[in-house]
């Protein structure tokens, strides 16, 4: 069973930085796209940033765009989320998902949140002083 579990969400002041991480138990990530989800309280879930199977493609939200970076590191089996000048609204639950690579493209991936092959469970992320 394709199995996500995501780190690395904290409580960070505004303006301050927070890396993600979203690794895989049993099966590897390097035939999926991997992409970055978050919902926040009251709203529907939105795609963030998603990245392609081996790394050369990504894709990211206006919002985010210049703020956030996303990678990977197949070997280790895990894809990042660099955050940096985090916004109170970035404040959200923070998913990843995967998708087989020939599934999909990023661009189509982040813009919909049907047809994942896997979730992860989470992790919070709240920006307040």
């Known amino acids: 069973q394709l199995q996500l579990v995501e780190s690395g969400g904290d409580l960070v002041q505004p303006g301050g930085s927070l890396r993600l991480s979203c690794a895989a138990s049993a099966f590897t990530l390097k035939n999926y796209a991997i992409g970055w989800f978050r919902q926040a309280p009251g709203k529907e879930r939105e795609g963030v940033s998603c990245?392609?199977?081996?790394?050369?493609?990504?894709n990211y939200a206006d919002s985010v765009q210049g703020r956030f970076t996303i990678s990977r590191d197949n070997a280790k089996n895990v894809v990042y989320l660099q955050m940096n000048s985090l916004k109170p609204e970035d404040t959200a639950v923070y998913y990843c998902?995967?998708?087989?690579?020939?599934?999909?493209?990023?661009?189509?991936?982040?813009?919909?949140?049907?047809?994942?092959?896997?979730w992860g469970k989470g992790t919070l992320v709240t920006v307040s002083s």
């Open positions: 998902a995967a998708r087989l690579f020939f599934r999909t493209t990023v661009q189509a991936m982040c813009a919909n949140t049907g047809g994942m092959d896997s």
């Open positions: 990245i392609s199977s081996r790394g050369d493609i990504t």
